[in-house]
């Protein structure tokens, strides 16, 4: 039998800090209850795209690819293994929408207004805002799930290919900080195009 293959991402321990030490604070302005974290697929402030069969856990975010307009991933091959080159994580409180495990391309606008519909009107500007200032560079798609909502925001993502394209999963830490209003987070993020 086939074995999938994993990319897991993680973010550097100062962010993790950084992200843990502003939970539950505000300071009165809506920016307290977003985060915009860009990251790579190596170390903090470096940026590499890992090869074919690399499995790198480093400073990085969220993965994803299909390519149907219907959201789901493409019929690709098991245990090709996923390149991303950039994740960002964009999270705002008390936001809609629900965790997917399938990210869904992010193509053109039509699709992107789709994608953020159930966000509400604190993430989905964001989100939008985020997409737009993302240069997509040729053979790379932009992908987008939900892939956290509760106290905690991820410090990256776990992307794994399946026989039936990808899929994708929040790292969140375990902190043991209670919130009153959950955080949902979205990832963006560039894979290769199929």
């Keep these: 039998m086939l074995s999938s293959a994993t990319v897991r991402l993680a973010l550097a321990g100062a962010l993790c800090a950084a992200v843990l030490a502003g939970c539950g604070q505000s300071d009165g302005s809506d920016s307290a209850d977003s985060a915009s974290d860009t990251t790579s697929s190596s170390g903090a402030g470096e940026e590499s795209t890992p090869g074919a069969g690399d499995s790198s856990s480093a400073g990085g975010g969220t993965s994803t690819e299909g390519d149907t307009s219907s959201g789901g991933?493409?019929?690709?091959v098991a245990g090709e293994t996923p390149t991303t080159t950039e994740t960002r994580i964009v999270s705002a409180s008390n936001a809609?929408?629900?965790v997917t495990p399938r990210p869904v391309p992010l193509v053109d606008a039509a699709a992107v207004r789709e994608f953020v519909a159930p966000f509400g009107a604190d993430l989905a500007p964001q989100v939008q805002a985020a997409v737009r200032e993302t240069e997509v560079?040729?053979?790379?798609?932009?992908?987008?799930?939900v892939v956290a909502i509760g106290c905690d925001e991820p410090t990256g993502i776990e992307l794994t290919q399946t026989f039936e394209g990808y899929e994708v999963k929040g790292i969140v830490p375990k902190s043991g900080?209670?919130?009153?209003v959950a955080v949902t987070s979205v990832a963006l993020f560039l894979v290769d195009a199929p």
Excluded: K
């Excluded at 991933?73 to 690709?76: E, P, T, W």
């Excluded at 900080?177 to 009153?180: I, K, P, S, Y």
């Design 137 to 145: 560079p040729d053979g790379q798609t932009l992908m987008g799930a």
């Design 177 to 180: 900080v209670q919130c009153l």
């Design 73 to 76: 991933g493409a019929v690709l």
């Design 96 to 98: 809609d929408g629900d």
